[in-house]
């Protein structure tokens, strides 16, 4: 019997021990994952500095080309094909940044079109530093436009537009939406998700958890909203 209960006891040990190991290599990898994103902007970013030769401090002429020319350099491209991972990396480098302006200008433009959002639409800006100011108050508005738009007495190809330009950081809050029901506002998601959804928004779900979580903390960041939604993903695709 002792021989038994030592056993089930090992056993039991092992398990937890084996559960640790995998949740701190999950961890790691994030961690990981992370630092690369981050290593590959900055990397990217002084790329775009030496490439068109202007100074890292250099002042920022909203009259110029400056913009076309970031958009179509090879480096930036790259930074915005990190995708939403890269996100809460650049939002915190431009946060800390102190007085580049040419290299806060690049990180603004990549969170613009990361996010498929053009928030010169309402008031043009002119620096990183009154962008991220923008775009906190855009990300902090995200849920309860979601919903509203939802809602709204519009027709659907209206709700559809409106949805869209919300950009990806919607993408959670529109994706719980479609699974309670509101299937007329896919084309909103399809758009959002590049059309990797179009079909099976669940399995696509599924798929990207960690893509829905990192937007979630990123919109709540701002919010600072008490919302369940996070558990609700974990507990229903993980």
Same mark, same amino acid.
């Given at each position: 019997?002792?021989?038994?209960?030592?056993?089930?006891?090992?056993?039991?040990?092992?398990?937890?021990?084996?559960?640790?190991?995998?949740?701190?290599?999950?961890?790691?990898?994030?961690?990981?994952?992370?630092?690369?994103?981050?290593?590959?902007?900055?990397?990217?970013?002084?790329?775009?500095? &030496?490439?068109?030769?202007?100074?890292?401090?250099?002042?920022?002429?909203?009259?110029?080309?400056? !913009?076309?020319?970031?958009?179509?350099?090879e480096?930036?491209?790259?930074?915005?094909?990190?995708?939403? %991972?890269?996100?809460?990396? @650049?939002?915190? @480098?431009?946060? &800390?940044?102190?007085?580049?302006?040419?290299?806060? !200008?690049?990180? %603004?433009?990549?969170?613009?079109?990361?996010?498929?959002?053009? @928030?010169?639409?309402?008031?043009?800006?002119?620096?990183?530093?009154?962008?991220?100011?923008? !775009?906190?108050?855009?990300?902090?508005?995200?849920?309860?436009?979601?919903?509203?738009?939802?809602?709204?007495?519009?027709s659907?190809?209206?709700?559809?537009?409106?949805?869209?330009?919300?950009?990806?950081?919607?993408?959670p809050?529109?994706?719980?939406?479609?699974?309670?029901?509101?299937?007329?506002?896919?084309?909103?998601?399809?758009?959002?998700?590049?059309?990797?959804?179009?079909?099976?928004?669940r399995?696509?779900?599924?798929e990207?958890?960690?893509?829905?979580?990192?937007?979630?903390?990123?919109?709540?960041?701002?919010?600072?909203?008490?919302?369940?939604?996070?558990?609700?993903?974990?507990?229903? !695709?993980?």
């Amino acid at each position: 019997m002792s021989k038994v209960s030592f056993f089930f006891n090992t056993v039991r040990r092992l398990s937890v021990f084996i559960a640790a190991i995998v949740i701190i290599s999950l961890l790691s990898s994030c961690s990981t994952d992370q630092v690369d994103v981050n290593e590959q902007i900055n990397s990217r970013v002084k790329n775009i500095q &030496q490439s068109m030769d202007i100074p890292i401090s250099g002042e920022i002429n909203s009259d110029s080309s400056l !913009y076309d020319d970031v958009m179509n350099n090879e480096d930036f491209e790259g930074i915005v094909a990190l995708g939403v %991972a890269a996100l809460p990396e @650049l939002m915190q @480098l431009l946060d &800390q940044s102190e007085q580049e302006v040419f290299v806060e !200008y690049i990180y %603004a433009i990549a969170l613009e079109q990361i996010s498929k959002v053009d @928030l010169r639409k309402e008031k043009d800006w002119d620096s990183g530093k009154e962008f991220l100011k923008k !775009y906190a108050v855009y990300l902090k508005e995200i849920p309860n436009k979601v919903k509203r738009i939802a809602d709204e007495s519009i027709s659907d190809s209206k709700k559809i537009y409106q949805l869209k330009a919300l950009g990806t950081p919607a993408i959670p809050y529109l994706f719980e939406l479609i699974d309670s029901g509101y299937q007329e506002l896919s084309p909103a998601f399809d758009y959002l998700t590049d059309n990797k959804s179009k079909g099976d928004i669940r399995k696509w779900g599924i798929e990207n958890i960690d893509q829905l979580n990192l937007l979630i903390n990123l919109v709540e960041q701002q919010s600072h909203l008490n919302s369940s939604i996070y558990s609700q993903y974990n507990s229903k !695709y993980i």
